[in-house]
């Protein structure tokens, strides 16, 4: 069984599109997160909600926008891709914020063209 | 803000050689982590040592932990071609409800 989950795995677009990312824990954790990884290797945070709740909103531009529906869910969409944007994005979850381990999905690699 | 930088950034050993690599950060810690990134892949969680231990096992895995001189270090023993992948460490301190993740280190075991 997959603890964290995200989809899509790739995802190709056009400036200026729309698109969203999902993803899900089966973990019962509390606390969700995004992370942006660049080409580099180096791994930002973006996003953090603690039971639907959000809790770390890093300087990221306005257009990305995260949703939580449920404390199992969280999902990211991104308004007028821009090039910039192209990396790969994870999803991680935690039992609590602050310090627990975290886990991690298999990424979704973003190519803005 | 607080981040670890591991050191080197990149490593090739043979299969069956010993792999170490260091993290340095800035600021007291509640914990440090290490990360495990195959080529492609989420990153997989390690190795969890607290601000009040010095030294942890798991498996092939041994991390030491210094506070005084802020700094840990990641020892793979008798490397396997499985073990290539990049290495990331991740320092978490109280009052804050994130880890600051390193660049990572990239270790290639040549079989």
């Known amino acids: 069984d997959t603890a964290v989950s995200q989809t899509p795995k790739y995802l190709v677009t056009q400036m200026g599109n729309d698109k969203s990312i999902k993803c899900e824990q089966n973990l019962g954790h509390d606390t969700m997160y995004w992370y942006k990884q660049d080409s580099k290797k180096f791994l930002k945070i973006m996003f953090s909600?603690?039971?639907?709740?959000?809790?770390i909103n890093e300087t990221v531009p306005n257009r990305f926008s995260p949703k939580s529906p449920d404390k199992a869910h969280l999902n990211l969409h991104i308004n007028s891709l821009e090039l910039g944007d192209s990396a790969v994005y994870f999803c991680?979850?935690?039992?609590?914020?602050?310090?627990?381990?975290?886990?991690f999905g298999p990424g979704t690699r973003l190519t803005v063209t | 803000s607080q981040q670890g930088e591991e050191d080197p950034q990149a490593l090739s050993i043979q299969e069956g050689e010993n792999a170490t690599m260091n993290c340095s950060y800035k600021?007291?810690?509640?914990?440090l982590q290490w990360y495990r990134q195959n080529s492609g892949r989420g990153l997989v969680h390690l190795i969890l040592?607290?601000?009040?231990?010095r030294e942890k096992h798991s498996g092939r895995l041994r991390v030491t932990l210094d506070t005084s001189k802020k700094s840990s270090s990641l020892l793979i023993t008798a490397s396997r071609a499985a073990d290539t992948a990049s290495y990331f460490c991740a320092t978490a301190y109280d009052g804050n409800n994130r880890l600051a993740f390193g660049k990572g280190n990239q270790v290639v075991v040549i079989p």
């Open positions: 909600y603690n039971n639907k709740e959000l809790i």
């Open positions: 991680a979850s935690s039992q609590a914020a602050s310090t627990y381990e975290q886990y």
């Open positions: 040592i607290r601000s009040n231990e």
């Open positions: 600021t007291s810690i509640n914990n």
